[in-house]
């Protein structure tokens, strides 16, 4: 996986207008040949930190769902599958939080999501930092599964 072209992809679902999550799960799964109209949509709900309660950030909940798309099992028996997720999960987590200060969503972009008021007047400064999250994170996510 190249570092850029995922970074630029996932950058770019997010100037169109979707999610941090969205944009992570969309930018990797086309990198990984595997893609699917329900992807969007299990990362709608993560935005904004989950729901806008600006809880773990939507661009760090978005590499979770890539890391089981890639990693992850589709039976209950296949517990090496599991296990390996979980410990490039960690891997993401750690690496994510050591990168931007936190996980969450409040604590790197500084609004609450949910005071529209608030929101509305941070919205522009919002999005860029946002925007550089998603850049970011994806290149150490694509370095990160590149290691594992």
Known sequence: MDQDKVAKEAVAYFGSGYNCSESMLLAFSKAMGVVCPAFPMVATAFGGGIGRLCQECGALTGGILAIGLMYGRSKANETE?????????????????????????????GTDLLNEEEAQKTAKERH?????????????????????
Do not use: N
């Open 81 to 109: 599958k599991r296990d390996r997720s979980y410990a490039v999960a960690r891997a993401w987590y750690k690496e994510f939080q050591k990168r931007f200060s936190s996980v969450k969503c409040i604590e790197i972009q």
């Open 128 to 148: 860029a930092l946002c925007d550089k999250v998603v850049g970011e994170g994806a290149r150490i996510l694509v370095r990160l599964l590149s290691e594992k």
